[in-house]
């Protein structure tokens, strides 16, 4: 949980510097919601069933459909541009392998009502602005960008239906996950002729945008788009993160432009996060076609990789006082010094048992406490407590006054 609540923390600062704001949606969703026709990965794996009232609902695999209801139930009274981020628990049944979990947690952050290619420049800065906070750098990590409009331009040169475009992004999205041969095979499936095949596949090899402008020529929506990204990521000073592979086309078929995958350079680790446009994800809700863009970044692929490069925190729970009546009859009397240093913002355990004293110093350490409290009789009737310092170990007798006042000035 100190890890979770550090990693919800680094999201959350992320999105606050880019002045998103958070947003979140039920875990129990509607099934339709989700259930889409171009044979996505995803709708195999929903946790779905029917509820009480016959109506068929499934636990959220992912967080942009419950935006785009949200959106859609808000209507005109929502003003656009949005700028929304989300951290929601999402569940999928798969096989479980490192990184991947049936249930786990997603920061996602998404941009409505910005048509152009300045929404994903944004987007991938926060990304590149959550690595550095956390200690990665680019040598660690790459960002792999494309757009659907390079397949989409393939696919319209070797004359491919277009009701079969959703269809053939899921099926080239498994480039890297299985052969060349069983991705030729699927796509013949979906009625693409092998010529054809074998022309889409070898484009998408293409590594470089100036490959890319020669294939497709520079009137090219998709290469316009594309140079603008990376001129605009170089204004922001992170090109060096960025990497063009126009294999790149994720599984998700409501994708419409821009996609992108952060990727571990070692190649160990599945894909760290993915994102991209999704400009008619509304439409297909009935609503209106509304630019949008987005990404989803998960807890496990992430925790792999700081663990990978050791850079997970040490994390532990900090304790400012320990307070410890010596005497039962003094425990009152330590309620008091509790609330008191509680009160003024302190971390503070009250031991609750009668103990003894090498008990309680073995329990500070353990705890690492910074100082521990002692409430003794002779010194209470004085006025005073005594104080020790757990890492000088110096002690000293102070007044509670004394004591609460040098709380609140460590607490400023």
Not at 137 to 145: E, F, M, Q, T, Y
Request: charged share 30%; proline share 3%.
């Amino acid at each position: 949980m100190r890890l979770r609540s550090w990693l919800f923390q680094q999201f959350r600062e992320v999105s606050r510097l880019f002045a998103f704001e958070e947003v979140d949606f039920p875990v129990l969703e509607s099934e339709a919601l989700f259930v889409r026709k171009a044979g996505e990965e995803i709708t195999q794996q929903l946790y779905n069933f029917e509820d009480k009232g016959g109506r068929r609902v499934s636990l959220r695999p992912e967080l942009t459909p419950s935006l785009a209801r949200l959106v859609l139930q808000k209507g005109k009274a929502l003003p656009l541009p949005v700028k929304w981020f989300a951290i929601g628990q999402c569940w999928r049944y798969e096989r479980m392998t490192r990184g991947r979990r049936r249930e786990h947690y997603q920061w996602n952050m998404d941009i409505l009502g910005i048509p152009g290619v300045e929404a994903e420049v944004e987007l991938l800065s926060a990304i590149v602005t959550f690595f550095k906070k956390v200690g990665i750098s680019s040598n660690d990590v790459g960002i792999k960008i494309s757009s659907r409009k390079v397949l989409q331009s393939l696919l319209e040169r070797f004359e491919v239906p277009p009701g079969s475009f959703a269809a053939v992004c899921v099926v080239v999205d498994k480039v890297e996950k299985i052969t060349r041969k069983e991705v030729e095979e699927e796509l013949l499936k979906l009625g693409v002729l092998k010529d054809a095949a074998d022309g889409i596949l070898n484009a998408l090899s293409v590594r470089s945008l100036t490959e890319l402008e020669g294939l497709l020529g520079t009137e090219s929506e998709a290469v316009r788009d594309l140079k603008q990204l990376f001129s605009l990521a170089n204004g922001y000073g992170f090109a060096d993160w960025l990497v063009f592979d126009a294999s790149v086309v994720r599984g998700l078929a409501y994708y419409t432009g821009t996609v992108f995958e952060g990727f571990d350079k070692e190649g160990k680790l599945r894909a760290i996060c993915g994102g991209g446009r999704y400009d008619r994800l509304l439409s297909t809700f009935g609503g209106e076609d509304t630019p949008a863009c987005g990404f989803g970044f998960g807890d496990a692929v992430i925790v792999e990789l700081l663990k990978d490069r050791g850079l997970l925190p040490s994390l532990q729970q900090e304790i400012d006082f320990i307070v410890f009546p010596l005497e039962e009859v003094l425990r009152p009397q330590a309620g008091l010094v509790t609330t008191k240093l509680r009160e003024a913002g302190c971390v503070v355990e009250l031991i609750l048992e009668s103990k003894k004293m090498k008990w309680a110093f073995k329990h500070a350490e353990r705890l690492q406490a910074k100082q521990l409290v002692l409430l003794g009789s002779s010194e209470w009737e004085r006025g005073c407590v005594r104080v020790k310092n757990l890492s000088s170990r110096e002690e000293e007798d102070i007044s509670i006054d004394e004591l609460i006042t040098k709380a609140n000035t460590s607490k400023e």
